[in-house]
């Protein structure tokens, strides 16, 4: 099984920044994606930005120019530094992991269970 985990949530004022972590744990024998993405309350789960080996970095509009996703690959870890942050950042931020684990067939989605992030006006 993957286990996912995100940290790095927390409070900050508009014009702030945080650094999200996501790691991806258990007995992974590939990773072929990792992303980002948010909730906010009353709204359905969205896009944020993600990072393949093969196509580089893709962000939504929403955030383009101010989040910046890297990946650590030794350590199965990306990150989300976001900058400029906007109360409309206000969500539950969670990673998702699409892997190949060693228990499992094929490519499998598994996701953590969501870090707050609230941006205060």
């Known amino acids: 099984q993957v286990q996912v985990q995100e940290s790095g949530g927390g409070l900050v004022q508009a014009g702030g920044s945080l650094r999200l972590s996501c790691e991806a744990s258990?007995?992974?024998?590939?990773?072929?994606?990792m992303a980002w993405y948010r909730q906010a309350p009353g709204k359905q789960r969205e896009f944020v930005a993600r990072?393949?080996?093969?196509?580089?970095?893709f962000y939504s509009e929403s955030v383009k120019g101010r989040f910046t996703v890297s990946r650590d690959n030794a350590k199965n870890t990306i990150y989300l530094q976001m900058n400029s942050l906007k109360p409309d950042d206000t969500a539950v931020y969670y990673c998702?992991?699409?892997?190949?684990?060693?228990?499992?067939?094929?490519?499998?989605?598994?996701w953590g269970q969501g870090i707050q992030v609230t941006v205060s006006s």
């Open positions: 258990g007995n992974i024998v590939s990773i072929t994606l």
């Open positions: 998702g992991v699409s892997a190949v684990a060693a228990s499992a067939g094929g490519v499998n989605d598994y």
């Open positions: 990072i393949t080996p093969r196509t580089g970095t």
